[in-house]
């Protein structure tokens, strides 16, 4: 083995822990004391308080809207909802065999075709832009989920909030507005969240320069990995499989026994309860009262969730493995009738006016994102020198004649059949 040499490569955190990749005004997570701050705003200040709309103004504008800008706002990102003709045929095609966030993001890439300056990175540009795909992603999950169970998706109607809209799209008739008022807060809540894995790739795209379009695309990418937005519907299907309390703790001890991970739990910046966990709980509740079914699953989970506390403890000591976001995510979606498999492109709806937030920030910085890597590989390698000529070089003449049309052009070659190739 090669002798390494050069000097030592500086310490890498693993996985760039605890570094501080940016500055930002848009949100700020604190997670020794479990804060967490949109614009200017604690969690529990904005969360079921403020609309989507709202919220998404106070990120892309810097501030919350006075009752005109809110008015002007909602009327353009309702004209917006409804989808081009080549987005819908993406999600048409890939309705039967793909994934609902797998959708979204082949639908996602398509949406840069009808916006006017789809290049432009002018604060003109990426706010269209950010009215354009945020009011889409909804439309999107719900004409697939729509197509995926044989059903015409439905026409967005204007008159409804972003929320109910969805909704509206899911089911076909208006929602509850306690429904609809839960969905909001959701949205509210995961709408942005300081430097997380799939903000982070979206500010990289933006900085150099690339389009408010490609940087979602590419975030949409990140966040499906079940590390950072694919966790809650693994989280129900445990409380599926666990179904009452008693087996909580065998379940969870035997999946910490084959070294497989709980979801729910567990945060690389958070070492107490989640804040939005917290929020969501408290939607889910809100959401049991209406249905038996739903208190049921309620209250298995926060049974679930104080014995998961107990057995991580035990398993990990001292690494304060808490309830995160993902866990009341889990129960807040189900009770809105939607699928497991839906849940993670449900984040990403929330999440998107978030991420064009940053893209607007990124591109105002307008500074590439290169960092360096410490390399830890060999050097001085050299190429051995060849000890006789390779085989081909031997080829005759002959040879190349026969592989020759007439006319001079090499014959296609015989397929090997596969046999041959085993
Ligand atoms: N269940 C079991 N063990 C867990 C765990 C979980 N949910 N989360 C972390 N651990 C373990 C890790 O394996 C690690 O063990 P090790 O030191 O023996 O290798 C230790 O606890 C510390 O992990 P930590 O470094 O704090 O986690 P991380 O920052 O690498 O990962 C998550 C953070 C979110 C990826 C991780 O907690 C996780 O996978 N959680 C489950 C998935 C989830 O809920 N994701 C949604 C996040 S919002």
């Known amino acids: 083995m090669p002798a390494m040499s050069g000097p030592a490569p500086p310490p890498t955190p693993r996985g760039l822990e605890g570094v501080v990749a940016t500055s930002t005004r848009l949100s700020h997570v604190d997670g020794a004391a479990g804060e967490l701050i949109i614009g200017g705003y604690e969690l529990a200040e904005l969360a079921g308080r403020a609309s989507f709309e709202e919220a998404a103004h106070l990120l892309w504008r810097g501030r919350l809207p006075d009752a ?26 890939a309705a039967s065999h793909a994934r609902p966030i797998d959708v979204l993001r082949m639908a996602a890439a398509t949406l840069s075709l009808d916006l006017d300056d789809p290049d432009g990175v002018s604060p003109a540009a990426d706010l269209a832009a950010a009215k354009a795909l945020t009011a889409r992603f909804p439309t999107i999950v719900a004409a697939h989920a729509r197509l995926v169970a044989g059903r ?43 430097m997380n894995a799939s903000t982070f790739a979206a500010r990289v795209i933006a900085s150099t320069r690339s389009d408010m379009v490609s940087a979602v695309t590419g975030a949409i990418g990140a966040l499906k990995g079940p590390l950072h937005g694919g966790a809650p519907g693994p989280v129900l299907e445990m409380l599926r499989e666990i179904k009452t309390a008693d ?33 969501l709980s408290r939607a889910a509740e809100e959401m049991s009262r209406a249905e038996l ?58 999440r998107v006016a978030g991420w064009c937030a940053h893209v607007i920030e990124q591109h105002a910085e307008d500074r590439l994102i290169r960092p360096q890597s410490a390399y830890v590989g060999p050097r001085g390698l050299r190429i051995a020198a060849p000890t006789q000529p390779p085989a081909r070089a031997q080829t005759s003449t002959r040879t190349k004649v026969a592989n020759t049309s007439r006319t001079g052009s090499p014959r296609p070659r015989k397929r090997r059949s596969t046999s041959s190739l085993r």
């Open 247 to 279: 087996r909580a703790e065998p379940w969870l001890r035997r999946e910490l026994a084959a070294a497989r991970r709980i979801m729910g739990f567990g945060h690389r910046v958070y070492k107490v309860r989640d804040p939005r966990a917290e929020v």
């Open 68 to 93: 005109r800008a809110l008015a002007s706002l909602r009327r353009e990102m309702a004209a917006a909802r409804r989808l081009p003709a080549q987005t819908l045929a993406v999600v048409r095609a």
């Open 152 to 194: 015409r998706p439905i026409a967005p109607r204007a008159d409804l909030g972003h929320a109910a809209n969805f909704l509206y799209m899911i089911h076909g008739v208006e929602p509850d507005p306690i429904a609809a008022h839960a969905l909001d807060t959701y949205w509210v809540t995961v709408i942005d969240h300081g």
């Open 293 to 350: 079914r739903d208190r049921e699953l309620f209250d298995l989970a926060r049974a679930v969730e104080s014995t998961a506390l107990r057995v991580l403890e035990e398993h990990k000591p001292g690494r304060n493995l808490r309830t995160n976001v993902e866990f009341y995510t889990a129960l807040v979606l189900q009770s809105l009738g939607l699928r497991p498999e839906q849940f993670v492109a449900m984040f990403a709806c929330g």
